[in-house]
């Protein structure tokens, strides 16, 4: 175009309606020599015959016609064929991919849980210390008498109040009786037994043969409960002392069990006030608890302060070491500062993987740093013992938690020996479903946590339907007993966001802790799990099947045998392509781990080559991921070879799976192959590279975007790929507009490929003023326009947006995309003129 022909396009003149096609000037229809080019990426030229009537070129016309509405089929969304029975709509891909970025951070593939000993966990020496970390602690046989004198010494010594614990033991010095809620393992019960020591200490009034005898506190057997103990103290032949304290601790939550009600409690406190006694009752939060901790005598037990629990452990073994220390030794504040700086330290918080520690954590933990620095226990030993930690937990949640359904009935007694199951398996499923949903809103993992209740109420009693309580649901309690937190969040919803409460382990080892503890310890509980995995495949939210997803990865690495079986080739099958995804999803995550990243790729390859329609399909979509090749030029071979096979049937989900592959470091390489495809001999390549071409100016960051930390396409999810690469990677301008060129002047794909330009021009400024992706576009646009004919191109487009009846491009955001497009001569250029001109 000439100088004064640029000065007037659309930066100028823009008329209030469409130019007549072939006026003067007017930037309708191509010119009569650029009109003739030849259906093919290469730019020959042929005319048609003159008589535009005659059979031959109606025939060419009708060709070209069909042509390019097979190529405008290629270009659709490979999910877009989804309709599910209930009426939801194809897969969000960009909401998917955010779900996949935020899970992945639950599952560190560098933490090899695989080679972890687990025998680690029971018991090991290290140094001069033995740990200990079953599932159940060495007194939990203890369950009545008298409490040693030493233990309630050196519960004095390194007792650590929760928050409350004033208003806790005013309560009990006001009620004499206190019911005391809280998780296992939270201190709960140190809690009791130092309440009951320092009121009865104050009873009393030193009494120092009482004391000395140990008899001031005393375990009460749980078997006859509140009842029991009420009568032992009001009886003629009664049991109790002035100034006694008993602690009773309450198994509510075992099959069977029946709370004590109002009228009990008041028996048992009439008792201890008769005799100037006390006891605390110390029960497991949740729906059964309820009742208690809501009557005049329930208060709940906060957990204690994690810092101050580690440095009371620490001063205690290091003031022990100091005792015995040669002179010249550092002492007790030299040592307690060099172990909380160990503590301290990134790897070993990493190692613990756990927000808070519980008191029985603490003293581990105390151990393992004392141990390093006094007791020759290395560095490696005690990042070891830390991944204890949570590995520890997870086994004392599940380890015998239907033990007492397993108990045979008793004759007649039929199914009513088995009440419960729903009641009994919530907590664990709940946590199950943590693990697999964290992040995801509460109310998605309690769900899948009722449907899970459900699944192992079936498995562990098949000939009886569960109960499923409907008004029983305690989500404080499922949070404490859980360790889990609530935050305020975004929640996606048909491709809005929304304010919601998202839920999280407080640990971010627990997650892979519980699953390896149920998948490798627990083998009845696998199939239960995997019909559970299988509905939330079919979960049309992206924030549900695609954590599930990344979470039947972690499982298959632990078995891959058994999760090729029973998820991955049932799913890769499968007639919908959101379970064809999750396959996808769950091979991606096993060829994470560097033990399994082989066995993945010969698998995909596999399927690339000798699949049926649906695992091609889900090769394709595993190999956009990135992974399941040894090379990004395997990656691109075997994407070729599912898209060129049977006359391009599946060129639609191998051309999105190569855009994907642009938003990793490699995306040079994979420019230069789709320029390859282009000027390939065979038709079908051709419309390979040209399919891709069109389908990258239409894809979004955020449907691509994988989980590379610190990628500067990060903050522009909302972005089309290409202008976000334009900004980023420079580099990539001038492949990228010649493959857009190619598209945009090869006659089959001409017409998406316009459509295409003109979604990427309407992204410059969003709808309320404010810029968008107008970086991006002065970036691309001056090279995708070089040429006059490119420019007319551009000037026609720019007409007929603005020309739009149902979305008209403004004057001035037209005109600002010209002066973008033009290059830096002909830009100083038309600025004079304009000036000129007024």
Not at 419 to 425: D, K, M, S, V
Not at 752 to 775: C, F, N
Not at 810 to 815: E, F, G, N, S, Y
Request: net charge negative.
């Amino acid at each position: 175009m000439a100088d004064d022909q640029q000065a007037g396009g659309v930066a100028e003149r823009a008329p209030e309606k469409p130019a007549e096609a072939g006026g003067p000037g007017a930037p309708g229809a191509p010119r009569a020599d650029e009109k003739a080019r030849a259906d093919g990426p290469h730019g020959d030229e042929g005319k048609a015959d003159g008589n535009a009537g005659s059979a031959e070129s109606e025939a060419a016309e009708s060709e070209r016609e069909r042509a390019a509405g097979r190529f405008k089929e290629h270009t659709r969304d490979p999910l877009a064929e989804e309709q599910s029975d209930d009426g939801a709509g194809p897969t969000d891909l960009a909401a998917a991919s955010r779900a996949r970025r935020s899970t992945r951070m639950l599952f560190d593939t560098g933490r090899d849980l695989n080679s972890f000993d687990r025998s680690y966990i029971q018991s090991a020496h290290i140094g001069d210390i033995h740990l200990r970390m079953g599932a159940h602690p060495s007194g939990a046989g203890l369950r009545s008498g008298p409490v040693p004198e030493e233990e309630l010494g050196r519960l004095r010594r390194v007792h650590v109040e929760p928050q409350g614990y004033l208003l806790l033991r005013t309560a009990l010095t006001a009620r004499r009786l206190l019911v005391l809620g809280a998780a296992p393992g939270t201190g709960r019960t140190s809690t009791a037994l130092s309440l009951l020591d320092e009121v009865t200490t104050l009873a009393v009034d030193g009494d120092d043969a009482r004391r000395e005898a140990g008899s001031r506190v005393r375990r009460v057997d749980p078997d006859g409960g509140v009842r029991r103990l009420a009568d032992s103290l009001g009886g003629e032949a009664g049991e109790q002392q002035p100034g006694t304290g008993y602690l009773l601790e309450l198994p509510l939550t075992e099959p069977g069990a029946v709370p004590p009600d109002a009228m009990d409690l008041d028996g048992l406190a009439a008792a201890l006030d008769a005799g100037k006694s006390f006891a605390v009752i110390v029960v497991t939060v949740g729906s059964a608890a309820n009742p208690l901790l809501a009557g005049r005598y329930g208060m709940l037990c906060p957990p204690a302060p994690t810092e101050e629990l580690l440095t009371t452990r620490l001063r205690e073994r290091l003031e022990n070491h100091a005792a015995a220390a040669s002179e010249g030794d550092p002492g007790p504040a030299d040592l307690q500062a060099r172990a909380e700086e160990l503590a301290g330290r990134q790897e070993v918080r990493d190692a613990i993987g756990l927000t808070d520690l519980r008191p029985a954590e603490a003293e581990l933990l105390a151990s393992l740093l004392a141990g390093h620095l006094l007791e020759g226990v290395s560095y490696e030993e005690l990042l070891a013992g830390c991944r204890s930690l949570a590995a520890g937990q997870a086994q004392e949640w599940f380890a015998g938690v239907d033990r007492a359904l397993a108990a045979v009935p008793a004759e007649g007694e039929g199914s009513a020996a088995r009440p419960g199951t729903a009641a009994l398996f919530h907590p664990v499923a709940f946590r199950i479903a943590l693990a697999v949903l964290g992040g995801a809103s509460h109310s998605a993992v309690a769900a899948a946590a009722h449907l899970l209740t459900w699944e192992l109420s079936v498995q562990s009693d098949p000939d009886t339907t569960p109960a499923r309580p409907l008004f029983c649901d305690d989500p404080e309690s499922d949070l404490a007993l859980s360790r889990a937190e609530l935050t305020d969040g975004q929640v996606e919803v048909a491709g809005a966001e929304v304010p919601g409460r998202m839920i999280w382990y407080r640990g971010s080892a627990l997650p892979a802790a519980v699953l390896t503890e149920i998948w490798e310890r627990h083998f009845p509980v696998r199939a239960p799990v995997v019909r559970w995995l299988r509905l939330l495949a079919d979960d049309p939210r992206p924030q549900v099947w695609m954590r599930a997803a990344v979470a039947a990865g972690e499982l298959s690495v632990r078995d891959f045998d058994h999760g090729y079986a029973e998820l991955i080739r049932p799913l890769a099958e499968a007639a919908t392509p959101r379970r064809r995804v999750f396959a996808a999803t769950t091979m991606d995550q096993a060829a994470g781990h560097a033990s399994h990243r082989k066995a993945v790729g010969k698998l995909v390859d596999d399927w690339s080559r000798y699949g049926t329609k649906a695992l091609r399909w889900t090769a394709a979509m595993a190999l956009g991921y990135g992974n399941a090749a040894a090379t990004t030029d395997g990656t691109l071979d075997a994407l070729a070879r599912i898209g060129v096979r049977d006359d391009g049937e599946q060129l639609a989900v191998a051309s999105f799976n190569v855009v994907r592959l642009l938003a990793l470091p490699d995306s040079a390489k994979v420019l230069r192959r789709m320029a390859d495809w282009t000027h390939h001999k065979r038709e079908a390549y051709q419309d390979l590279g040209l399919v891709t071409a069109v389908r990258l100016a239409v894809t979004d960051v955020d449907e691509v975007l994988d989980d590379e930390p610190g990628s500067p396409l990060g903050d522009r999810g909302d972005w089309p790929l290409p202008l976000a690469l334009a900004v980023t990677r420079p580099e990539l301008v001038r492949p990228m507009a010649d493959l857009m060129w190619t598209a945009l002047n090869t006659p089959r794909s001409k017409e998406v490929a316009l459509d295409a330009l003109e979604s990427l021009l309407r992204s410059a400024v969003r709808k309320d003023g404010t810029e968008w992706t107008r970086p991006g576009l002065a970036a691309l646009l001056p090279a995708l326009t070089a040429e006059e004919h490119d420019r007319r191109r551009l000037d026609w487009l720019l007409r007929r947006m603005m020309n739009d009846p149902e979305n008209p491009l403004p004057d001035a955001q037209a005109r600002s995309l010209w002066w973008l497009a033009v290059a830096s001569r002909d830009r100083t250029h038309e600025r004079d003129q304009e000036e000129r001109h007024g």
